[in-house]
């Protein structure tokens, strides 16, 4: 059984930097592409990110050249470098590998605010 294990929750003021992690266990990350996603309160979630087993990256508009995606395979772990952050980037953040193979089970998530 996969388990994705986000972490990196916090409270940063607009402007701040977060950093978040996605550990799996129970299979290897490397290869898969993997992506982060999003739901903001009330809302579906959303696509944030994805990398591919390369190391290419793609990113939705709204996050573009605040947001770095990157795997350590090594580690097993993908991380969201989170930069120029906006309040409307508050949200629980969850990743998992590309949809076309079939998800695995959902982690928790990861809750991200941005508020002064």
């Known amino acids: 059984q996969v388990q994705l294990v986000e972490s990196g929750v916090g409270l940063v003021q607009p402007g701040g930097s977060l950093i978040l992690s996605c550990a799996a266990s129970g299979s290897a990350v490397s290869p898969y592409g993997m992506n982060w996603y999003r739901q903001p309160p009330g809302k579906q979630r959303e696509f944030v990110a994805r990398i591919n087993t390369i190391g290419d990256t793609t990113y939705t508009d709204p996050v573009k050249g605040r947001f770095t995606i990157s795997r350590d395979n090594a580690k097993n772990t993908v991380y969201l470098q989170m930069n120029s952050l906006k309040p409307e980037d508050t949200a629980l953040y969850y990743c998992?590998?590309?949809?076309?193979?079939?998800?695995?089970?959902w982690g928790r998530g990861t809750q991200v605010t941005v508020s002064s």
């Open positions: 998992n590998r590309d949809r076309g193979l079939g998800p695995w089970p």
